[in-house]
Antibody, heavy 120, light 107 residues
Framework: EVQLVESGGGLVQPGGSLRLSCAAS????????MTWVRQAPGKGLEWVST????????YYEDSVKGRFTISRDNSKNTLYLQMNSLRVEDTAVYHC?????????????WGQGTTVTVSS | DIQLTQSPSFLSASVGDRVTITCRAS??????LAWYQQKPGKAPKLLIY???TFQSGVPSRFSGSGSGTEFTLTISSLQPEDFATYYC?????????FGGGTKVEIK
């Protein structure tokens, strides 16, 4: 069964750091780009970051650029999101998703999400 | 950045109704558009990609059309399990963006 399971969320003070993980199973992890999408309480979906299958290509939403780092360990079938200098507005449920690029780009498998709360 | 405008943002409908949701892009995105369904407390579920390609396992009452800047998601006969929020997403270029969502509720 294809599955993504996120972990690492929690409560952190503004300016703090967290590292999210996304454990993948049921498919050849290195064959796929992966992405993080977040959803603030009561709000819509927001793309955060994408990484290519080899890990060499990365893309970020402007508000997280320079603060968040996406990475992956293909030997461990795990995706990461290192979040530094966290702000109150980063509070959200963070989902990882598989992102096949062909044929047709889409986020076809999603994890259930991990909750990040930034508050003093 | 490419902005996606969904309409309506809220829709009240009955079981059996035909429902159409529109997504307009601020610039041309060819067919690089996907549709997702999300229920409260759950992860989004992919319905349609490349504007009109069904994701495996999605009921045939869902269909997508359009290209360029105007796209539609149609549910031919609304079922009880279809009451949810629907999002369009453009994957033509970074940053990837989502529409604001359309909440479909029971009339």
């Amino acid at each position: 069964e294809v599955q993504l399971v996120e972990s690492g969320g929690g409560l952190v003070q503004p300016g703090g750091s967290l590292r999210l993980s996304c454990a993948a199973s049921g498919f050849t992890f290195s064959d796929y780009a992966m992405t993080w999408v977040r959803q603030a309480p009561g709000k819509g979906l927001e793309w955060v970051s994408t990484i290519g299958g080899s890990g060499t290509s990365t893309y970020y939403e402007d508000s997280v650029k320079g603060r968040f780092t996406i990475s992956r360990d293909n030997s461990k079938n795990t995706l990461y999101l290192q979040m530094n200098s966290l702000r109150v507005e980063d509070t959200a449920v963070y989902h990882c998703a598989r992102y096949p690029l062909a044929p047709g780009r889409r986020m076809d498998v999603w994890g259930q999400g991990t909750t990040v709360t930034v508050s003093s | 950045d490419i902005q996606l405008t969904q309409s309506p943002s809220f829709l009240s409908a009955s079981v059996g109704d035909r429902v159409t949701i529109t997504c307009r892009a601020s610039q041309g995105i060819s067919s690089y558009l996907a549709w997702y369904q999300q229920k409260p407390g759950k992860a989004p579920k992919l319905l349609i990609y490349a504007a009109s390609t069904f994701q495996s396992g999605v009921p045939s009452r869902f269909s997508g059309s359009g290209s360029g800047t105007e796209f539609t998601l149609t549910i031919s006969s609304l079922q009880p399990e279809d009451f949810a929020t629907y999002y369009c997403q453009q994957v033509n270029s970074y940053p990837i963006t989502f529409g604001g969502g359309t909440k479909v509720e029971i009339k």
